[in-house]
């Protein structure tokens, strides 16, 4: 039994990027989702989709890379745990790397980016940081 969808999510993410894999495939949800939404929109991934399969649909993340085959996903880490939840206010959210890179937060408006967050005067659960 999986305790930590996100952690999961994550890890596959950093194995396949580790591996220089093309793209990586995990059960999707509507967090997952949003999850792939907000990488793609900051330009971390290619691409994502939802593949049918037989017992659970799948979410295909299309990883990015250099011209020079470097990652652009250097690290992911998971932020808030199941065990210890990390809540913030949009005034409280920082840049990361001085902008270089990024958290992801889940909000009542949904999943996004910390830049998002604090142009829409929103906080929440941090769900992990990306650079």
Do not use: F, H
């Not at 999850?35 to 330009?43: N, P, Q, Y």
């Not at 889940?106 to 142009?119: K, L």
Request: include cysteine; proline fraction near 5%.
């Amino acid at each position: 039994m999986m305790t930590d969808p996100i952690a999961d999510m994550l890890t596959r993410i950093r194995n396949a990027v580790g591996v220089e894999r093309p793209y990586v495939d995990m059960p999707i949800s509507k967090v997952k989702r949003g999850l792939a939404d907000v990488l793609k929109r900051e330009g971390y991934i290619w691409d994502w989709q939802e593949m049918e399969a037989a017992p659970v649909t799948q979410l295909r993340i299309e990883l990015k890379y250099g011209p020079n085959g470097e990652r652009v996903i250097q690290r992911i880490r998971r932020i808030s745990k199941p065990g210890r939840r990390i809540y913030t206010k949009a005034k409280d959210l920082r840049p990361i790397l001085d902008g270089l890179g990024i958290s992801i937060i889940s909000t009542s408006r949904g999943v996004v980016s910390d830049r998002e967050a604090r142009q829409r005067n929103l906080g929440g659960e941090v769900l992990c940081e990306v650079w």
